[in-house]
């Protein structure tokens, strides 16, 4: 079992990790489909398309028009998979399919064409009965951890096709990607704790907790969701998020490091917490809507509003080697043109389904509607990090009971289910590898919505993927 301690720390105790299962066909443990879609989602994008309804239309067409969406899609798999300096890497061929995979299996509940579901299907097979492991430097990490949870999410729409091999791929899942991910909550790739950023740590709870739903394992998911409240890591969300203001925004971690990187663990927070929330976790409202506020905060900062930020020290190295520290003593410039497909699925939870205010977040997601989704801002694999489709996939009408929902307590357990910039690292880094409201959104913010995807990250490095 993963350690559960709080407040960040520099070492990492001696535990044993929970090989994952898959659980037997009789008695699934979660609802299903139920990581980032629900049946209800599912059936609400299709009803509002076919009714024309704003902004779906928009957004559905945004999927189509994606190269991935297309039914003559094929795949490419791989038996070993490499992320890294000092390997043949591959590993764009394996977030190419799983994009492919997730487009052709959404655009198939929208449209109703079972030609989608078959691509999306037979992708999913040819990777389960090739690949075998997840290689690289501690890049390996990242790819187990961001693609673990996106392929779980593609598999997810097709589980119960005819043709689809569920067994199989829940092996895959849970030999190949789940451990890697496991392993690197408990031992950090045998560095100090805090040597590695936020989103490290959060790429590998989307996967421990994606994976362990996918494959009813419900000690993984509960790993999973003690390690979002309790964790030592930095994506645990205390230490993610360490200082709360008293003007309602909380201080984001890794602002001090750089925007694109603070965006990235802003959409795997928010992934992470709607999955949960949809097999009855209330991470969204955990210790007083915690990640709204730092949803606020990075929304107000990459639209170029000055925000606090606290100087920070983290300690760096290995255990039993090298160490260092590192400052991060200021929030970092911004690019207001920069975003990436994260935005809309937090906006509504908090604005819809619990009738908060949330107006950066609201904002900041009209800017960037429609949503578009892998293969739609730019190359690099930063442009895969996040499945994206929000605008289709999350715009909802409000709840009627708005009071309700945001009363549920969400330290009680399980709700019911529903359908400046840091100083130089040294060298020896261990990580140096149908909805008014959009419109609405808009006015309020005196924008125009723009037309598609803006130009994501631009770094000098890696297209500003996960790192």
């Not at 999927?63 to 043949?88: D, E, F, M």
């Not at 109703?112 to 690949?131: F, H, M, P, R």
């Not at 409201?437 to 913010?445: N, Y």
């Amino acid at each position: 079992m993963l350690k559960a301690t709080g407040a960040a720390g520099v070492t990492v105790a001696a535990v044993t990790i929970a090989t994952p299962t898959t659980a037997t066909a009789a008695g699934s443990a979660f609802a299903h489909p139920g990581l980032l879609h629900t049946r209800a989602d599912l059936d609400r994008m299709a009803a509002k398309v076919k009714a024309g309804a704003a902004p779906y239309t928009a957004g559905f067409a945004k999927l189509t028009a994606n190269r991935h969406a297309q039914s003559g899609w094929t795949p490419n798999p791989q038996a070993t998979v490499y992320r890294g300096a000092g390997s043949p890497q591959n590993y764009a061929t394996l977030y190419n399919d799983i994009h492919a995979a997730y487009q052709n299996g959404l655009r198939h509940h929208v449209s109703g064409d079972d030609a989608y579901a078959d691509t999306a299907v037979a992708i999913l097979n040819a990777w389960s009965a090739k690949l075998t492991s997840v290689e690289g430097s501690a890049d390996r990490f990242l790819a187990a951890g961001l693609y673990g949870y996106q392929f779980a999410n593609a598999a997810e729409l097709v589980r119960d096709h005819p043709d689809f091999d569920l067994s199989r791929f829940q092996e895959m899942l849970a030999k190949v990607f789940a451990p890697l991910s496991d392993d690197f909550l408990v031992r950090h790739n045998g560095a100090v704790v805090t040597n590695y950023w936020t989103n490290w740590d959060l790429c590998a709870m989307a996967c421990v907790l994606a994976t362990g739903i996918f494959c009813d394992d419900s000690s993984q998911v509960a790993r999973a969701v003690d390690y979002f409240k309790h964790g030592e890591g930095l994506g645990a969300i205390r230490n993610a998020i360490p200082v709360v203001s008293d003007d309602g925004l909380a201080e984001w971690l890794e602002a001090g490091r750089d925007q694109g990187h603070a965006l990235l663990g802003v959409g795997l927070m928010g992934t992470f917490c709607e999955m949960a929330w949809n097999q009855g976790y209330d991470l969204y409202g955990y210790d007083d809507s915690r990640f709204l506020k730092g949803a606020q905060y990075v929304a107000k900062w990459s639209m170029g509003g000055e925000v606090s930020y606290t100087a920070n020290t983290r300690a760096k190295g290995a255990i039993g080697g090298w160490s260092g520290r590192e400052t991060a003593s200021a929030a970092a410039g911004v690019d207001p043109a920069m975003t990436r497909p994260i935005w809309a699925m937090i906006a509504n939870h908090y604005t819809k389904r619990r009738g908060l205010s949330a107006p950066y977040v609201t904002r900041v997601a009209a800017r960037s509607t429609p949503e578009g989704g892998g293969g739609d801002y730019g190359p690099n694999s930063g442009g895969y990090d996040q499945l994206g489709f929000g605008t289709l996939a999350f715009t909802r009408d409000r709840v009627a009971d708005t009071a309700a929902t945001a009363s549920a307590s969400p330290d009680s357990g399980p709700r019911p289910q529903t359908g400046g910039t840091a100083s130089p690292a040294p060298d020896q880094d261990l990580a140096a590898t149908g909805s008014d409201d959009i419109i609405g959104w808009s006015a309020a913010a005196g924008i125009t919505a723009v037309a598609g995807g803006l130009l994501l990250l631009r770094r000098r490095d890696r297209g500003g993927s996960a790192e």
